[in-house]
């Protein structure tokens, strides 16, 4: 399990101390930049020369342009698991810290003479919910900081909780668990994090306390969720003042208040004849940075991370990387401006989903965003979508039409559930991969949140197939 990881983390470090340069590949997203951030630190501190690639994928032509530089030592974070024999074909000599479920068609051994392997899923954990790619390379990083007496190095286990928050492994349990837990509390133990429960919704550090509930979407808030005068009236018909010398925020708020409101959204739920299960959501774990000034972006995991994922969905990874080194003058401004870029074209395509509509199958419910929605932000308006179009008890799949150009013209797609679901038996991760693998193309991620690659004109046939295999989980998990 974590000591046998920690073990192997361990022998890959020895890899990397061993050279003088490397190259490292992550992806595009708060846990693939949270990763780079936190090896590049210990690759500052080990007197290692590097540089940084962020990617969408790792395909052919990402992986050969890499076999073409040729750099000494490749270290991949958040990626790489899913390729490790194309790595290996191309020769190039890697440390692959990643927690995406690795492919099954891959025999490699955790090492061999080109490729370490570093990832939960070969020693026991659960990638989707235990450990995220941060948390694998801060193992790594860690490791490699072990010698110099810097294992609890300051900030990293932050990093690490960001990228988890990111890739959403708090939610199916309401807070970490797992070796991600065990992060977390050496971040607490340095005094860097703190943790309890409180609201799950979105913006408690940056948002008006009305705009935290008119947001919400797992759990929908019945009458309230994308309703900001039922919002309002709510919170001033439960005795909340929503105005000081500004709009007050979540952090403004006296505990009592706040546990007014929550009683009161449990009340409001409670009518409406929400299940018990979907009521315990309205409270989780919070992770508070406790570095971070107060009243920002940066003092949240979740809005840190969607902070970080503002600037790699717009190709400007390097400006929220630099953040997570810890520039706090210009690329923290550049990130916040992003920031606000890219609030407008969520709401922007919540608005087109909400005009178009969604197409409702026996177990699905999808949209085609064309070219009207970035590949690279679709996921997200899908989200925050599910809650108020269609079928609250239906996965969400969104299409858009890929930006990264190729030899076929190709789609993205990317689906989002809820923990409701999850119960149910859904793995979205494993049926995107089964479906986009019928129509020759490529995909899998995690049981809540997946996405994949697909030729253009397959979508009609893909998405039949994607409605069978989930129906396939649902049924079994009713018969079983």
Known sequence: ?????????????????????????????????????????????????????????????????????????????????????EIKELGITAVVSDHHQPSTTDTLPARDELISHLNPHLFGLNGSRELSGSGTTFLLAQALSRERGGDKKRGLPSLAVVGAVGDLQHLKDGRLTGANRTILKIGAENRELSYAPDIAFFGKQTRPIFKLLEYATDPYLIGLTGNEDACIAFLKGVGIRLQGERWRRWIDLEEKEKQRIVSSLIQHQMKRGVSPQRLE?????????????????????????????????????????????????????????????????????????????????EHLKYFDAGNRIR??????????????????????????????????????????????????????????????????????????????TIPLETKDEFIQYLNEEIKKQTKKQTTG
Do not use: W
């Not at 940066?298 to 520039?327: K, P």
């Not at 179009?389 to 930006?403: E, K, Y």
């Not at 030899?407 to 809820?418: F, G, I, Q």
């Open 375 to 452: 590949d690279t932000i679709v996921g997200i308006v899908a989200g925050m979508s599910h809650g108020t179009i269609g079928d609250r008890d239906l996965p969400i799949v969104a299409f858009a039409r890929a930006s990264t150009p190729h030899e076929r013209e190709e789609l993205k797609v990317s689906a989002r559930a809820t923990q409701h679901l999850i119960h149910k038996g859904l793995n979205l991760g494993a049926a995107i991969h089964i479906a986009a693998e019928k129509v020759n193309g490529t995909g899998g991620g995690h049981d809540i949140a997946a996405g994949a």
């Open 281 to 361: 959501r309205v409270v989780q774990e919070v992770y508070t940075l406790e570095d971070e000034t107060e009243g920002t972006e940066l003092r949240d995991a979740q809005e840190y991370s969607t902070l970080l994922n503002a600037t790699a969905r717009y190709d400007r990874a390097e400006i929220g990387f630099n953040v997570c080194m810890g520039d706090r003058g210009g690329a923290l401004e550049e990130a916040e401006r992003l920031l606000k870029e890219h609030r407008r074209n969520l709401v922007s395509g919540m608005k087109f989903v909400k005009e178009n509509g969604v197409v409702e199958l």
């Open 1 to 85: 399990m974590l000591s046998e990881m920690t073990k192997h983390a361990e022998r890959c470090a020895e890899i990397v101390r061993l050279t003088s340069e490397a190259l490292v590949v992550s992806h595009i997203d708060a846990d693939g930049l949270t990763s780079a951030a936190i090896i590049g630190r210990a690759l500052e501190d080990a007197g290692i020369e590097y540089s940084t690639v962020f990617v969408k994928q790792l395909g052919e032509a990402e992986l050969s342009k890499i076999a073409d530089t040729n750099p000494p030592l490749t270290i991949f974070t958040d990626l790489g698991s899913g390729v490790l024999s």
